[in-house]
């Protein structure tokens, strides 16, 4: 089975920069798009960020110039790397894959922008 799993989350100043990691373990049948979600409790999950298999990317107007998504293939990761944060920027981060007909996530890690 497939495994995601993020890490990098935490506390930063607006303005700041945070570097997000998508670490996929387990059975990993081939590189698949790779996107990247957040969400705030409450709220609808909102589609951040996504690279293809080819390393196309795509990112939503709102954190387009400001994030980047790269991925490791021989490391099996996918990063998104955030800058000029805002405090809107706050909320749940999530990366998905689909494989095998089937969409996987992670359990997310928070990023908090705030003073």
């Known amino acids: 089975q497939l495994q995601l799993v993020e890490s990098g989350g935490g506390l930063v100043q607006p303005g700041g920069s945070l570097r997000l990691s998508c670490a996929a373990s387990?059975?990993?049948?081939?590189?698949?798009?790779t996107n990247w979600y957040r969400q705030v409790p409450g709220k609808q999950r909102e589609w951040v960020a996504a690279?293809?298999?080819?390393?196309?990317?795509n990112y939503a107007d709102s954190v387009k110039g400001r994030f980047s998504i790269s991925r490791d293939n021989a490391k099996n990761m996918v990063l998104l790397q955030m800058n000029s944060l805002k405090p809107d920027d706050t909320a749940v981060y999530y990366c998905?894959?689909?494989?095998?007909?089937?969409?996987?996530w992670g359990k997310g890690t928070l990023v908090t922008v705030s003073s």
């Open positions: 690279i293809s298999s080819g390393g196309s990317t």
């Open positions: 387990g059975i990993i049948l081939s590189i698949r798009t």
């Open positions: 998905n894959t689909r494989q095998n007909n089937m969409d996987y």
